[in-house]
């Protein structure tokens, strides 16, 4: 099982900025894809942003330009880089990562998703 916990959420003025971490660990070596998702208040769960092994990134269209998403493979944590922040991107904020099964030595599909248990981001206008 991968575990992930985030941090660095808060409030913040509009206009401000945000940089969120999400770490990884327990069977990291079968992590693939990374990426975040939001929740808003009274909202459904969004896809905000996610990036490959390899460093291809995918952004949802209201964040880009403002947001940032990086991974670091040897430290097994990603980032969010949050620019020029809105009120409208106040929510609940989740790392996720798909990861194979480890067995014995190997990687084996399918992959799963796994969660963080979210960190608050609140932009005050």
């Known amino acids: 099982q991968v575990q992930l916990v985030e941090s660095g959420g808060g409030l913040v003025q509009a206009g401000g900025s945000l940089r969120l971490s999400c770490a990884a660990s327990?069977?990291?070596?079968?992590?693939?894809?990374m990426g975040w998702y939001r929740q808003p208040p009274g909202k459904e769960r969004e896809l905000v942003a996610k990036?490959?092994?390899?460093?291809?990134?995918t952004y949802a269209d209201s964040v880009k330009g403002r947001f940032t998403i990086s991974r670091d493979n040897a430290k097994n944590t990603e980032y969010l880089q949050m620019n020029s922040l809105k009120p409208e991107d106040t929510a609940v904020y989740y790392c996720?990562?798909?990861?194979?099964?480890?067995?014995?030595?190997?990687?084996?599909?399918?992959?799963?998703?796994?969660w963080g248990r979210g960190t608050l981001v609140t932009v005050s206008s």
């Open positions: 996720y990562a798909d990861a194979e099964r480890p067995v014995q030595g190997m990687c084996v599909m399918p992959a799963r998703a796994y």
């Open positions: 327990r069977n990291t070596r079968c992590i693939s894809t």
């Open positions: 990036i490959s092994t390899g460093g291809t990134t």
